[in-house]
């Protein structure tokens, strides 16, 4: 399965849900999911982490625009008020969340940088949860409920919860293992 874009076929994903989609306001499609909040730009991110994200969901997905390090600004999620290496610290909330697994960027460009390896590696240890994230960028489509851009050939790059980068083939094995996720 999959959508036709151009003369590449995007594959999706398929989530076991319950999830919650972190959907900036300034992103053209947003995610569907049992929760999908649209999250206004300057919102308090630590608010959005605590408000947002309920207890006894699997997955988290931030869909929202991703910046690798520029001279003047770190390497960040662009949703609320940003997420960085150096503010993290605001997702500590999500490590007592029992069931919360796998948190996955929806989010171009955030997978390549020094700066952005550091806030994988951090969000993991904090969290306690897979990161999924890539080096290119995530086609804006618009994807079925439950649903994310497979991102096989977006360089992507996984983290476990300890925060070390893994394979592919080891993060699905683990997803399918668990019935957490698998190729649509």
Not at 5 to 21: F, Y
Not at 78 to 94: F, R, S, Y
Not at 159 to 184: A, C, H, M, Q
Request: hydrophobic letters at 40%; aromatic letters at 10%; proline letters at 6%.
């Amino acid at each position: 399965m999959g959508v036709a874009m151009g003369k590449s076929k995007i594959r999706w994903i398929g989530l076991q849900g319950p999830s919650v989609a972190l959907n900036a306001d300034n992103v053209q499609y947003k995610i569907k999911v049992k929760y999908s909040p649209v999250i206004k730009a300057g919102a308090p991110s630590d608010q959005m982490i605590k408000n947002e994200v309920p207890q006894g969901v699997n997955h988290l997905i931030f869909n929202c625009h991703g910046f690798e390090d520029k001279s003047t600004y770190p390497a960040h999620l662009a949703i609320g008020t940003t997420i960085t290496k150096d503010n993290v610290q605001l997702m500590e909330p999500i490590y007592s969340n029992s069931t919360l697994r796998v948190i996955w960027f929806s989010a171009c460009n955030i997978g390549g940088s020094a700066g952005a390896q550091e806030l994988c590696e951090r969000m993991a240890r904090i969290t306690g949860c897979y990161i999924v994230t890539q080096m290119l960028s995530v086609p804006d489509v618009n994807l079925p409920i439950d649903c994310l851009v497979d991102n096989a050939g977006l360089m992507p790059s996984y983290y476990n919860p300890k925060g070390k980068k893994i394979s592919r083939k080891e993060f699905f094995t683990y997803g399918i293992d668990n019935t957490l996720f698998w190729p649509v």
